[in-house]
């Protein structure tokens, strides 16, 4: 199968720079609001939890941030793929850049978990299915990095990385329905797709809008990391050159 | 909701200001990292520009 043309044109690395450097404000300053909003709701105005008190604010990071972990290695996987398919250089750059965010998500998602773990269940970690298979995931995230790191050429570092990232892909699932497939400590999903939340809507609205919040804060992240790197890349092309040396001391 | 109550967090504050404090750094960080990343390449690349163009200037005499 073959993209239309103006994809290409579209994705070129030139295009992508100019184009992502008028929108990283934009998503900045929504990530701005929406966090500032999110933060405000889910400290202030969201009552205590009946059961686990004030703890359970801990869940306004945690799960926005298992959340993008997951996200984000998706986001990875699906462009990598379109990168290694129709050899798209912003799709392979693209994946590349979101390794680091995707593994602080992860790390943040692991540890705020082990520090709402340790006054519910009395412990930081336990070998369990959900926990396991988030480690996992932070693993292959530190996997593509170290992989991109140790092969110079970029296009054969891609190639390794879709592959390595299209195999982890089997980890989502596994994370996702590892509290129904096994018995397990962690609680099972209280934010579902298609029936009614077991939340109250005072406790839910802070968490989707630190969701959202945290999915602007991704969009202006990966797109900075981008147009560094796309600058690094392509430093053998006129328009780099010219970018450069329009660039003030 | 007196100020120290909040910051009390019913007993829990270690934990909840230790979730919220390791976000703000982690994530920050994440966040700023690359403009001091874009800086430093195109330092770089300002050089290497420079060193070709000497490198032509030389060649044509």
Same mark, same amino acid.
């Given at each position: 199968?073959?993209?239309?043309?103006?994809?290409?044109?579209?994705?070129?690395?030139?295009?992508?720079?100019?184009?992502?450097?008028?929108?990283?404000?934009?998503?900045?300053?929504?990530?701005?609001?929406?966090?500032?909003?999110?933060?405000?709701?889910?400290?202030?105005?969201?009552?205590?939890?009946?059961?686990?008190?004030?703890?359970?604010?801990?869940?306004?990071?945690?799960?926005?941030?298992?959340?993008?972990?997951?996200?984000?290695?998706?986001?990875?996987?699906?462009?990598?793929?379109?990168?290694?398919?129709?050899?798209?250089?912003?799709?392979?750059?693209?994946?590349?850049?979101?390794?680091?965010?995707?593994?602080?998500?992860?790390?943040?998602?692991?540890?705020?978990?082990?520090?709402?773990?340790?006054?519910?269940?009395?412990?930081?970690?336990?070998?369990?299915?959900?926990?396991?298979?988030?480690?996992?995931?932070?693993?292959?995230?530190?996997?593509?990095?170290?992989?991109?790191?140790?092969?110079?050429?970029?296009?054969?570092?891609?190639?390794?990385?879709?592959?390595?990232?299209?195999?982890?892909?089997?980890?989502?699932?596994?994370?996702?329905?590892?509290?129904?497939?096994?018995?397990?400590?962690?609680?099972?999903?209280?934010?579902?797709?298609?029936?009614?939340?077991?939340?109250?809507?005072?406790?839910?609205?802070?968490?989707?809008?630190?969701?959202?919040?945290?999915?602007?804060?991704?969009?202006?992240?990966?797109?900075?990391?981008?147009?560094?790197?796309?600058?690094?890349?392509?430093?053998?092309?006129?328009?780099?050159?010219?970018?450069?040396?329009?660039?003030?001391? | 909701?007196?100020? &120290?109550?909040? $910051?009390?967090?019913?007993?829990?504050?270690?934990?909840?200001?230790?979730? @919220?404090?390791?976000?703000?750094?982690?994530?920050?960080?994440?966040?700023? &990292?690359?403009? $001091?990343?874009?800086?430093?390449?195109?330092?770089?690349?300002?050089?290497? @520009?420079?060193?070709?163009?000497?490198?032509?200037?030389?060649?044509?005499?």
């Amino acid at each position: 199968m073959k993209l239309p043309a103006i994809v290409h044109k579209f994705s070129s690395p030139k295009n992508f720079y100019t184009m992502s450097g008028k929108m990283i404000p934009w998503f900045m300053w929504s990530f701005l609001i929406t966090l500032f909003a999110g933060l405000y709701y889910g400290l202030f105005v969201a009552p205590p939890d009946y059961q686990q008190g004030e703890s359970y604010r801990i869940m306004y990071i945690h799960v926005p941030a298992a959340w993008m972990s997951m996200f984000i290695y998706m986001v990875m996987a699906i462009s990598a793929s379109v990168g290694l398919i129709w050899r798209i250089k912003t799709a392979d750059l693209m994946a590349s850049v979101s390794a680091p965010i995707g593994a602080a998500f992860t790390f943040l998602a692991l540890v705020t978990g082990s520090l709402w773990g340790k006054p519910m269940w009395g412990t930081y970690w336990v070998w369990d299915a959900r926990l396991t298979s988030e480690l996992i995931l932070l693993f292959l995230y530190l996997g593509f990095i170290a992989l991109q790191a140790a092969i110079e050429d970029p296009r054969n570092a891609a190639r390794a990385g879709a592959v390595l990232l299209i195999v982890g892909v089997v980890n989502i699932p596994i994370i996702h329905y590892s509290v129904e497939w096994w018995s397990t400590l962690h609680q099972g999903a209280t934010v579902g797709k298609f029936d009614k939340p077991s939340m109250h809507i005072s406790m839910l609205i802070p968490l989707l809008v630190m969701a959202t919040s945290f999915k602007l804060y991704y969009a202006a992240s990966v797109l900075m990391r981008a147009r560094g790197e796309i600058l690094r890349r392509e430093q053998n092309t006129r328009w780099v050159k010219e970018v450069v040396e329009n660039e003030s001391k | 909701m007196s100020p &120290s109550e909040f $910051f009390h967090m019913g007993g829990y504050a270690v934990y909840v200001w230790s979730s @919220y404090g390791l976000a703000l750094v982690l994530l920050g960080w994440v966040l700023i &990292s690359p403009v $001091f990343t874009k800086k430093s390449i195109i330092k770089e690349l300002k050089m290497k @520009y420079r060193q070709q163009e000497r490198q032509r200037q030389e060649d044509s005499r």
